[in-house]
């Protein structure tokens, strides 16, 4: 295995766990996540609208016939998903969670190893791979799915978190390949003297 993979894994792998971590520490330590959902505390209504409707596991539209044919919500607008409680895993969401921030870390190790330069501008490079994250993940489905800009900003400020610790780790652990071979060289002469 080439060095280049070995830091390519080593960060991929390492950035990965230190996203996962940060975020779930972010997620429980700050309150304006949590704070900003809502419950609903009717859960015999709740299961009425499952029987009657014979709802299976999906995603739906609270007031969909409006909302497609262009008339504007009328009392409630929004969007639920529905997991009958025999097929919703916290831990397959969990390990979902874990292999996006892995594929996140990959992509941030894999351009660090193609660019030399100041730890700073490494720093910018991995921080904009968490901003495209950012913007294609909570931002997007807050456009779409109208979450609270409350639970929107609340996404983006523990994402944020996790990934500015991921830029600030990162280029400490994956130097890029153009300084590797510097290093090489150096260590060539260091020892033809």
């Given at each position: 295995m080439s060095k280049s993979t070995k830091h390519l894994?080593?960060?991929?792998?390492?950035?990965?766990?230190?996203?996962?971590?940060?975020?779930?520490g972010a997620w429980m330590a700050f309150p304006w996540t949590n704070a900003?959902?809502?419950?609903?505390?009717?859960?015999?209504a709740i299961e009425a609208i499952e029987k009657s409707a014979k709802v299976t596991s999906g995603t739906y539209y609270l007031n969909a016939n409006e909302h497609r044919n262009g008339v504007g919500p009328g009392g409630i607008y929004g969007w639920m998903t529905?997991?009958?409680?025999?097929?919703?895993?916290?831990?397959?969401?969990?390990?979902?969670?874990?292999?996006?921030?892995?594929?996140?870390?990959?992509?941030?190790?894999?351009?660090l190893l193609q660019i030399s330069g100041s730890y700073g501008r490494r720093v910018l490079v991995a921080g904009v791979v968490g901003l495209v994250g950012i913007m294609s993940g909570p931002v997007y489905d807050w456009i779409w799915t109208w979450y609270s800009s409350a639970y929107a900003a609340a996404m983006?400020?523990?994402?944020?978190?996790?990934y500015g610790v991921m830029a600030?780790?990162?280029?400490k652990l994956v130097p890029s390949v153009k300084?590797?071979?510097?290093?090489?060289?150096?260590?060539?002469?260091?020892?033809?003297a």
């Open positions: 894994l080593r960060g991929g792998i390492a950035g990965g766990l230190l996203i996962y971590l940060v975020h779930l900003s959902i809502h419950d609903l505390r009717e859960p015999a529905i997991h009958p409680s025999s097929t919703y895993s916290v831990g397959r969401s969990l390990l979902g969670s874990f292999l996006q921030n892995l594929g996140v870390a990959l992509c941030a190790a894999w351009l983006v400020a523990n994402q944020l978190v996790a600030l780790v990162l280029p300084n590797e071979r510097v290093e090489e060289v150096r260590a060539a002469i260091g020892q033809a």
